[in-house]
């Protein structure tokens, strides 16, 4: 049923594999952040800026532990990926179950932790009162649907890590539309504000989990799914814990800083966060096109590194990066070009927009850095390292972001003097991730999985 699906990353040309590899990964990201944008657009449009408010206060912490997930999910599909192009069947069916458990037990315990936390983080983050409750309100319920969140992205790694990247994404395009349906339904219909668009993201997100399932379960071959044969592989948990991890906590530690900014934005009241919110949803999908560029890199590098050809590992990141480069310039300059209507779309406040356009320049004309640091940190997780990318992002990401609130915001408290800091942290993170890669691909040698 999916072997027509799959892309053989060992052999033939590369650009036009990494393209239909990509493009579709991107789309799921898109489609991803649909779930968002829909409860963004329908409280923007039919509750207020406040509801709206609400939802974009609570986008740092949401990334802080879909993060989590995200990186785990691509330690999975490191490991499995790298036993696929080394021809070890047996490890990719350990390791195809094992990310399956892996993924169910940290949904659950994320789900504890962020009930756990809502009272603590609102608290500093110091949420107006007239957005509290609703914003509190939203996060324990999505908190609610974490479990199926993670497996979902577990399942779409597992899909990925052998060429298949259409079938998560008619899996999230079906989810999409149905949370865009259940929206209008609980918000216009039954009346409810930003517990029925919560519900309806949970719903949605439990629907595309499903889907995938039941792919898995009857899919022919290594990366199919017996529940008989159900278990946690010691090695194989230890290979993606140690590949993951550190990728998680590279994400995490930008929605650490994203916190500490969003508390700084909502010092600047209503307006700012809703600017805010609507101006996300916006450069979010661009960024999902990077990052479908980044764990293309990550899985042809990991197949061909398993295979034992450095050679074409190299060229598949020199690809990737012509390729995203592109790409990303011509969307910048669409989005830049249709900055006021595309923030408008969500709430029609002059300020608001003022805003948020505001932040659309200084995020999305500087996306060219980010694409060079996606896909150079995504080629190094495809080698099995994970560890040098977190921590360059530790420092450099979440170390200037806390400075520059420290100081130069304290100094200049204006919204522009806040966004700028985005630019400059991934300037500088860029570099050394370069300096990284160049040291690191000196010194590969052949594995023996």
């Not at 890590?161 to 079938?167: A, E, F, K, L």
């Amino acid at each position: 049923m999916f072997k027509a699906r799959e892309i053989d990353m060992l052999h033939g040309k590369l650009w036009d594999k990494i393209i239909l590899f990509a493009l579709p990964l991107a789309l799921t990201g898109v489609m991803q952040q649909l779930l968002n944008a829909a409860d963004v657009a329908v409280l923007g449009q039919f509750v207020g800026k406040n509801a709206m408010a609400a939802v974009g206060n609570n986008t740092a912490l949401i990334g802080l532990l879909v993060n989590l997930f995200m990186g785990l999910s691509l330690g999975a599909n490191v490991v499995i990926a790298q036993n696929i192009g080394a021809e070890k069947f047996d490890r990719v069916h350990d390791a195809v179950h094992t990310a399956f458990l892996l993924a169910l037990i940290v949904g659950v315990a994320l789900c504890g932790i962020a009930e756990a936390l809502v009272n603590p983080v609102f608290e500093w983050l110091a949420v107006p009162a007239a957005v509290a409750p609703m914003a509190e309100t939203y996060l324990r319920i999505y908190a609610f649907g974490l479990p199926v969140m993670g497996i979902y992205n577990f399942e779409a790694a597992i899909f990925r890590s052998r060429g298949d990247t259409q079938t998560p994404l008619i899996a999230l395009t079906i989810a999409s539309f149905l949370n865009i349906a259940l929206n209008l339904i609980f918000v216009l219909q039954f009346g409810m504000g930003v517990d029925g668009v919560a519900w309806a993201t949970v719903i949605a997100n439990a629907v595309s989990a499903v889907i995938l399932f039941r792919g898995l379960l009857k899919a022919e071959g290594v990366i199919q799914l017996n529940l008989r044969e159900m278990r946690l592989d010691k090695a194989c948990l230890k290979e993606t814990v140690r590949i993951g991890l550190p990728a998680g906590v590279q994400g995490m530690v930008f929605s650490l800083s994203n916190l500490l900014i969003q508390a700084a934005i909502n010092s600047l009241g209503p307006d700012a966060m809703a600017a805010s919110a609507a101006a996300f949803t916006v450069e979010i999908n661009v960024f999902c096109l990077t990052n479908g560029f980044g764990q293309a890199a990550t899985t042809f590098v990991s197949q061909n590194y398993g295979a034992g050809n450095l050679a074409r590992c190299k060229a598949v990141t020199k690809v990737s990066l012509q390729i995203n480069t592109v790409l990303m310039f011509i969307l910048s300059a669409a989005i830049l070009y249709f900055a006021e209507p595309l923030v408008g779309f969500f709430n029609e406040d002059p300020e608001v927009i003022r805003l948020g356009v505001i932040r659309l320049w200084y995020i999305i004309a500087p996306e060219i850095i980010s694409v060079v640091m996606e896909i150079i940190s995504g080629s190094l997780r495809g080698y099995g390292i994970s560890l040098a990318p977190a921590i360059i992002t530790l420092v450099f990401v979440c170390g200037i972001r806390i400075t520059w609130v420290f100081t130069v915001f304290a100094k200049i408290p204006t919204y522009a003097s806040l966004m700028a800091v985005y630019g400059v942290s991934w300037f500088f993170t860029m570099i050394f991730l370069l300096v990284a890669y160049r040291f690191y691909t000196k010194h590969l040698k052949v594995i023996k999985l």
